[in-house]
C-alpha cells in the first residue's frame, strides 16, 4: 500500500522562504500538494507528473511556488510566503491523473503545518 511522508513544514516569516517535501512508498504517477485553512476544504497547490513535468498551479502560488521531483520525493519550494499562505499542507498521490482537484487522489499524508508569521 503506498504511503506518503512529508517534511520540512514550520515557521517562516513573511517574505521568507520553505521547501516542503513528499516521500512516496512506491512508484506512483502523480504527486500533489494540497493546503487547507481552518473550517475550509483543500485547495490544489501544484501537482508534478513522473515524467517531471508539472502540469497545476494554483492561481495564488503562481510565480512564487515551484513544484519538482525527484524520482518517488516531490518538493513543494515555496517563496515570498505571506500570512495567507499559513495552512496545513498535505501530499497526495495519483496513478491516474495529475490535477488540482482533491476529489482524484486516492492517498494522502497525513498534513504538515505551515506557520506565517513574525
Known amino acids: 500500500q503506498l504511503q506518503l511522508v512529508e517534511s520540512g513544514g514550520g515557521l517562516v516569516q513573511p517574505g521568507g522562504s520553505l521547501t516542503l517535501s513528499c516521500q512516496a512508498s512506491?512508484?506512483?504517477?502523480?504527486l500533489a500538494w494540497f493546503r487547507q485553512a481552518p473550517g475550509k476544504g483543500r485547495e490544489g497547490v501544484a501537482c508534478?507528473?513522473?515524467?517531471?513535468?508539472s502540469i497545476y498551479y494554483l492561481d495564488a502560488v503562481r510565480g512564487r511556488f515551484t513544484i519538482s521531483r525527484d524520482k518517488n520525493t516531490a518538493y513543494l519550494h515555496m517563496n515570498r510566503l505571506s500570512p495567507e499562505d499559513a495552512r496545513v499542507y498535505y501530499c497526495a498521490a495519483s496513478n491516474y491523473v495529475c490535477t488540482g482537484d482533491e476529489t482524484i487522489p486516492d492517498t494522502w499524508g497525513q498534513g504538515i503545518q505551515v506557520a506565517v508569521s513574525s
Open positions: 512506491s512508484d506512483v504517477y502523480a
Open positions: 508534478i507528473r513522473n515524467t517531471g513535468k
